[in-house]
């Protein structure tokens, strides 16, 4: 049971000071979260805290690969309507 944070961490250090367990620690290029120390918040809150502050899409993901906060989940948008416009 851990969670893992994966390239597309910004380093905002959103989540740092939130993991009850101490689990989460500035690495480069991205933190990594200490599978050891991981809980996933169980018994201690009801939501993950690190997903529930990361501001980025698909940053956090479970132990079967599965994203926290999946694409479209922060922003409201799903993936196929997020389209960069060309014109101004």
């Known amino acids: 049971m851990a969670f893992r944070i994966?390239?597309?961490c910004?380093?905002?250090?959103?989540c740092l000071p939130l993991c009850p367990h101490e689990a989460i620690r500035a690495a480069a290029?991205?933190?990594q979260i200490d599978a050891a120390r991981c809980t996933e918040c169980v018994g201690?809150?009801?939501?993950?805290?690190?997903?529930?502050?990361?501001?980025v899409e698909g940053a956090i993901i479970d132990a079967v690969?599965?994203?926290?906060?999946?694409?479209?989940s922060l922003t409201g948008l799903p993936?196929?309507?997020?389209?960069?416009?060309s014109t101004p």
């Open 6 to 8: 994966v390239a597309s």
């Open 10 to 14: 910004t380093r905002c250090w959103a």
């Open 29 to 31: 290029p991205h933190f």
């Open 44 to 55: 201690d809150y009801a939501d993950p805290q690190c997903a529930s502050i990361c501001p």
């Open 65 to 72: 690969g599965q994203s926290l906060n999946p694409p479209g």
């Open 79 to 85: 993936p196929e309507r997020r389209t960069v416009s």
